[in-house]
């Protein structure tokens, strides 16, 4: 690992921001071609990338069947707890509705399902089976009635037989091989053969990303979640060899951004010196490395330190991690938290992939003539100051004959 100062992560920070942005304007010509000419782009993007040619992009629901017969008692096993701890925690995430009422007036907080969403499952470097369950069942849990899949095709044509079968362990049979910025199109546009959705959730690379934020205006999105980060802010109490471990399997995403911050000289040297790749830096005290943290905004941060619980409440991130026990990959599997999470500094702004990011909520006013009464010159006197006269109107019609004016 590179030793660097602050001043130095601000500039690689910046760097990696604009990337973003050039990633995007390469993007854009895959966005506009599948907009344009659908299923015809599709094909032809997927031959290009993936080098498949195919014919029907839906995936017959007799290969995910066979997927899961063919699965092995302990995979499918370990899937289905996998699953049910995901569901067990997304199901405590449900929208509390209510109403307030008054004498003449009452209004409802309601919330709703979206009608048809779109989950992307990556697959180019490896089999992310974790994340249909990640993905798919926070959707199901909110009550989606319509979930599509979109996943690279392998060399043969197919989906990852993994992926499959996780998918139809959940129920899910509306599944497409088409992967990177062109699935993300295909399910914010449309084509011949893949519904336009309400949403479009799921990780990828920074392709996939790009595609995202370029769709953004044509349907909703989750975040921007990849590519991967971890940071760990470790004081003397870490333990190096965990430590090492967990940077280096975040590495095996595509050489996922790695930061490591501590206060420990002898800590932070040894650590880099086993650890090829990433960036640490060496901070005066804690209070100065969750700065830097929250400068970074990582994806993934592991809280190696006395009194890590207190630290994280200052802490900016996507997920945290406490103590030398509970390793990011942890959460990447079983917790029970959706992985799905803000990469690129977004996890400043944004959270992680829940059961809130599958329904819409909306308000339900019902008012009476006595209420008008009551309120209506502050609206109308409101609408005044505004210089909306027919907003007004709008009111004082109803006042007017509610006092036979």
Known sequence: MRLINKHQLADILKRQRQQQLETESRIRTIVDAVAKHGDEAVRKLTKKFDGVILENLEVPIGYLKKSLIDLNKKDRVIIAETARRIKRYHEKQRIRCF??????????????????????????????????????????????REIIVC????????????????????????????????AIAAMAFGTESVPAVDKVVGPGNEYVNAAKKLVAGITGIDMLAGPSELAVLADKTGNARFIIADLKAQHEHNGGNVFFITTSEKLGRYVASVVEDGWWIKVASIAEGVELVNKIAPEHLEIITRDAEKIACDAVAGAIFLGNYSPCAMGDYFAGPSHTLPTGGSAARKSGLSVLDFVRTYAVMRGTKEFLVQYGGAGERLAEIEGLIQHKNSLAVRRRKHNGV
């Open 99 to 144: 109403t307030i009422r008054e004498k003449a007036f009452s209004v409802s907080f309601k919330s709703a399902p979206l009608a048809r969403v779109g989950i992307y499952i990556p697959a180019g470097q490896a089999p992310l089976v974790s994340s249909v369950l990640m993905t798919a069942i926070p959707a199901q849990v909110a009550g989606v």
């Open 151 to 182: 996943s690279p095709p392998s060399q043969n044509g197919t989906i990852n037989h993994f992926i499959a079968a996780a998918l139809y362990m959940l129920g899910l049979k509306k599944v497409f091989r088409i992967g990177g910025a062109q």
